[in-house]
């Protein structure tokens, strides 16, 4: 749609189940390529970046079937290991299978990713992880190859940015170096916990994920898993200050308050009334909105 149109005045009242989270779905659908055999990720968005990655999955050579927001991956028939141009640049997480095919098949070949409307998103840091571990990366003809070296160990790593890419592609590369990987300020959002989670569903031995130090004993089998995705965080919000802004009430039904504490903060310093309940969240504003001061980002949390 190339215009919106709001008619605003009327208090929000409602109840809705908030989607899979984007940013947890993606690398979570690349370690799926780990683990021969069908894996099922439930709680799926039907959103185009989860489009594209599929399409690359299909590439690939895996079977691939939706339901719902249900999504069965069989990962038994893997052979391909390039990535052509035109399904790499509709989508920036697409590096991600960087890490996923470097361990599964020991090689991979993929241009540089695409599909952000902020500009190109650097990767060296992705690089420099993968390059410690053990892999062979040069670039050639617009192209990045990357290879298995002799050998892939676990060695400590010390990201110099807490880069949520970065820490995706070094924990997926690290479950197929031998020997114990230890990564150093990585980041610490919570689908870097969804990550590791389906990782342990799938048999890897990760820990930490969520702190400022992660574990990763590389070199165990892994099988397929069932999986159902985190609710997405930015929607949540979204739905939050929404109903913040024209009133009314609201509930979200499989989100986690704790992934949100700031903007819980904010929106109670404003004036809304915040509930919390296992895996939902109510909030409700009838007064006037008021000032709450400076409010400052940062890395999470």
Not at 160 to 188: F, H, K, Y
Request: aromatic share 2%.
């Amino acid at each position: 749609m190339s215009c919106y149109q709001i008619n605003g005045g009327t208090p929000l009242r409602g109840r809705l189940a908030v989607q899979g989270a984007k940013n947890s779905v993606l690398p979570i659908l690349a370690a799926a390529l780990l683990a021969p055999g069908e894996s099922v990720i439930h709680n799926c968005p039907d959103l185009s970046d989860v489009t594209a990655t599929l399409d690359i999955l299909r590439l690939l050579g895996c079977g691939v079937s939706r339901e719902g927001d249900t999504v069965a991956l069989d990962a038994r028939e893997l052979d391909g290991t390039v990535i052509p141009a035109s399904l790499m640049g509709e989508l920036r997480s697409s590096v991600i299978f960087l890490g996923a095919l470097l361990t599964r098949m020991g090689e991979v070949e993929l241009s540089y990713p695409g599909g952000c409307e902020l500009g190109p998103r650097p990767i060296d840091l992705h690089l420099g992880a993968l390059r410690q571990l053990g892999a062979e990366i040069r670039e050639e003809g617009g192209s990045l190859l990357c290879r298995r070296g002799k050998e892939m160990r676990g060695r400590e790593l010390c990201l110099s940015l807490p880069s949520v890419g970065a820490t995706e592609n070094a924990m997926l590369a690290a479950c197929g170096a031998q020997g114990l990987t230890i990564l150093d300020n990585p980041a610490r959002e919570p689908e870097i916990v969804d990550l590791q989670n389906f990782l342990r569903c799938l048999g890897a031995r990760v820990e930490g994920a969520g702190t400022g130090r992660i574990a990763i004993q590389g070199g165990c089998p892994l099988h397929p898993g069932e999986y159902r995705v985190m609710a997405d965080r930015i929607v949540s919000a979204t739905y939050l200050c929404a109903v913040a802004c024209a009133g009314g009430e609201g509930e979200l039904l499989g989100t986690d308050g704790a992934h949100l504490g700031p903007v819980l903060a904010a929106l109670t310093a404003a004036g809304c009334e915040i509930g919390r309940a296992p895996n939902r969240l109510q909030i409700r504003r009838t007064g006037a909105l008021r000032g709450f001061g400076a409010l400052r980002t940062g890395p999470y949390p």
